[in-house]
């Protein structure tokens, strides 16, 4: 069984800096890999789309990376900034036609 | 402007009634998925369906019910059966199964 972790829990960071979060996978055989992000009280909006034959996709300043071999995936936030504080979800797409996702991590950036 | 819509936002239900969310897409997915999420637990799907007329229990199934008539349409209705319903339903949709996922802004239900 998929079981997708997510550390931390909780990340507080002053503005402009870059950081890391990140997603791990038990079973190295998923198809894709995505990035969320979640406002509190909202639905859940997409950030980025990892096809399994891909190692990284970039959207402004946002970077995610996909190593299947070794079950990770991270999403790098270049200088951060305080309306980029919210919940980020990331999620698998197992061979049972559907998205594992991990618990998040809550991000704060403060000015 | 192409997206999906749920409703009600907020919902209310007495013991032992049965509540239908609403959940209406206008991307042309065929694939629709229904999501329970909890505090401190990730999204757990409920139900999902790859195309009209046709839908696939998820791991947490028990009390609930879908119907897939139409493709724009997806709607939940959480039984008198659901022991805990308390929670944040989210739809979504894809093109197919495994690609680029998009989700509503949410149905938070509570028990009165």
């Known amino acids: 069984k998929q079981e997708v972790t997510q550390i931390p829990a909780a990340l507080s960071v002053p503005e402009g800096e870059n950081l890391v979060l990140n997603c791990s996978f038990t079973?190295?055989?998923?198809?894709?890999l995505q990035w969320f992000r979640q406002d509190p009280g909202k639905g859940l909006t997409s950030l980025l789309l990892i096809q399994s034959s891909q190692r990284e996709q970039t959207s402004g300043r946002l970077n995610a990376s996909l190593d299947k071999s070794s079950g990770r995936s991270t999403l790098y936030i270049a200088a951060s900034q305080p309306g980029d504080s919210a919940t980020y979800l990331c999620?698998?797409?197992?061979?049972?036609?559907?998205?594992?996702f991990g618990t998040g991590t809550r991000l704060l950036v403060s000015p | 402007d192409g997206g999906i819509t749920q409703s009600p936002k907020y919902l209310f239900r007495k013991e032992g009634q049965n509540v239908t969310l609403s959940c209406e897409q206008n991307l042309n997915h065929d694939a629709m998925y229904w999501y329970r999420q909890d505090p401190g637990q990730g999204l757990r799907l409920i139900y999902y369906s790859q195309i009209v007329n046709d839908f696939q229990k998820g791991d947490i199934a028990e009390g609930y019910s879908v119907s897939r008539e139409k493709k724009e349409s997806f709607p939940l209705t959480v039984t008198s059966a659901q022991k805990n319903p308390t929670a944040f339903y989210l739809c979504?949709?894809?093109?197919?199964?495994?690609?680029?996922?998009?989700f509503g802004q949410g149905t938070r239900l509570t028990v009165v």
């Open positions: 999620a698998a797409y197992t061979g049972f036609q559907k998205l594992v």
């Open positions: 979504a949709s894809s093109t197919e199964w495994n690609t680029e996922a998009f």
């Open positions: 079973d190295s055989a998923i198809y894709n």
